[in-house]
């Protein structure tokens, strides 16, 4: 069946950096594009990034270009956020998630149990 | 950016009871909505896709509609195993967002 793991969350200062996983199973991970998406505590879900199933097309919430970097490796079927120059605000659940039928704009079928990432000095 | 607006934030309902959620976007997104279950502790749980289609295996009293800037979740018998928050999500236009949720709870 279809898997996904987050892992790698934390408790960080601000201005570190923290680099998540996403082990994916039960599927062809390497024909899926796959999203990262986040929930503050209490809180609605805000979409973060999202890599194209070769890795070559990325793109970013507003709220976190610049400082976040998603990527994969298809070897590996996992999947990477990449978090520097943190700050308070960025404190969450973080969800890996698939689209439905694997394109971008799509809805997302599959979801991880998420991984808690706070900043907090 | 589309915004999304739910209404009502939170929605008290008894067992068996209907209950209905509404889902406003800023601007057309035809019929590019999902909804979403999320229960406490969980990660969310896609419902409905295309504004009506139910994921695989969803119980027939889950029902969506709508199209263009306003759409609706129906669930026609309220059963124990609903009460959680919904969230309703456009994935037409880039960045996809979703609304703040609505939070189905027992009356």
């Known amino acids: 069946q279809v898997q996904l793991v987050e892992s790698g969350g934390a408790v960080v200062q601000p201005g570190r950096s923290l680099r998540l996983s996403c082990a994916a199973s039960?599927?062809?991970?390497?024909?899926?594009?796959i999203h990262w998406v986040r929930q503050a505590p209490g809180k609605g879900l805000e979409w973060v990034a999202v890599i194209s199933y070769d890795g070559y097309n990325t793109y970013y919430a507003d709220s976190v270009r610049g400082r976040f970097t998603i990527s994969r490796d298809n070897s590996k079927d996992t999947l990477y956020l990449q978090m520097n120059s943190l700050r308070a605000e960025d404190t969450a659940v973080y969800y890996c998630?698939?689209?439905?039928?694997?394109?971008?704009?799509?809805?997302?079928?599959?979801w991880g149990q998420g991984t808690l990432v706070t900043v907090s000095s | 950016e589309i915004v999304m607006t739910q209404s009502p934030a939170t929605l008290s309902v008894s067992p068996g009871d209907r209950a209905t959620l509404s889902c406003r976007a800023s601007q057309s997104i035809s019929s590019n909505l999902a909804w979403y279950q999320q229960k406490p502790g969980q990660a969310p749980r896609l419902l409905i896709y295309g504004a009506s289609t139910r994921a695989t295996g969803l119980p027939a009293r889950f029902s969506g509609s709508g199209s263009g800037t306003d759409f609706t979740l129906t669930i026609s018998s309220l059963q124990s195993e609903d009460f959680a928050v919904y969230f309703c999500q456009q994935y037409k236009t880039w960045p996809q967002t979703f609304g703040q949720g609505t939070n189905v709870e027992i009356k």
């Open positions: 039960g599927f062809t991970f390497s024909s899926y594009a």
């Open positions: 998630a698939r689209p439905y039928g694997g394109n971008y704009n799509s809805p997302l079928d599959y």
